[in-house]
């Protein structure tokens, strides 16, 4: 099946540093990609869709300032925690729409902020 | 490598029961999810098995057997809106997400 890839797999920064984490597609090209939010034993929590070429659609209750978006290709999608504390210590996880109705999960980024 | 199989697609009526099962090598385990997701929606978690039994939550049920890698999720009393896909997940020795494919769950009146 298709291949989705994240890196960093897992990070550790200070409070108040920004961070930034990948999501590749490595062997299709999407226009969309999703970003959710792993939090233990809970659903996957959808942050935002991705959409190459414009900005992301953000869900209700999640700061776009906060979560910065950048979709630059059709395969790399990025997701930039700003200042982040140490609630936004949580799972991130992404994945790419393949064909408008596969769907291929990366294997997750676990931040963790100090 | 690391890998997780389960059928791609499974048929089954409205009233009956429906066992989808999940095969998984991994390096390492710390755990095995399964979700349901409604096309065009977000994954909706349903359960967590990190020790070997059954857990049973309403008409779901989910089986996990480290020492065979399997993990099962059974559903009773099938109903139309249970048509959907079922994601299996384990989480592997350095907590990170191994993902199935995923099983197209199709349900007939």
């Known amino acids: 099946g298709a291949v989705v890839s994240q890196h960093p797999s897992w990070v550790i920064c200070k409070s108040g540093t920004s961070v930034k984490i990948e999501c590749r597609s490595l062997?299709?090209?999407?226009?969309?990609m999703f970003w959710y939010r792993q939090f233990p034993k809970q659903s996957l929590m959808l942050m935002a869709t991705s959409n190459e070429g414009s900005k992301a659609t953000y869900e209700q209750g999640v700061e776009k300032d906060k979560f910065l978006i950048n979709h630059a290709s059709l395969t790399l999608s990025t997701l930039t925690v700003t200042s982040a504390h140490p609630e936004d210590s949580s799972f991130y996880i992404c994945?790419?729409?393949?064909?408008?109705?596969?769907?291929?999960f990366g294997p997750g980024t676990r931040l963790t902020v100090t | 490598g690391q890998n997780i199989d389960q059928p791609t697609e499974m048929t089954a009526t409205e009233g009956a029961i429906v066992q989808i099962n999940c095969t998984y090598q991994t390096s390492g385990f710390n755990g095995l999810f399964w979700y349901q997701q409604h096309a065009g929606e977000a994954p909706t978690f349903l359960s967590y098995n990190v020790l070997d039994g059954l857990e049973e939550k309403g008409r779901f049920s989910s089986f996990l057997s480290r020492s065979k890698g399997y993990s099962y999720l059974l559903l009773k009393e099938l109903q139309m809106k249970d048509s959907a896909s079922y994601l299996c997940?384990?989480?592997?020795?350095?907590?990170?997400?191994?993902w199935g494919a995923g099983t197209k769950l199709i349900i007939k009146p």
């Open positions: 994945s790419a729409l393949f064909r408008d109705y596969e769907q291929y």
């Open positions: 062997d299709f090209q999407a226009t969309t």
């Open positions: 997940a384990v989480v592997d020795s350095n907590y990170q997400l191994i």
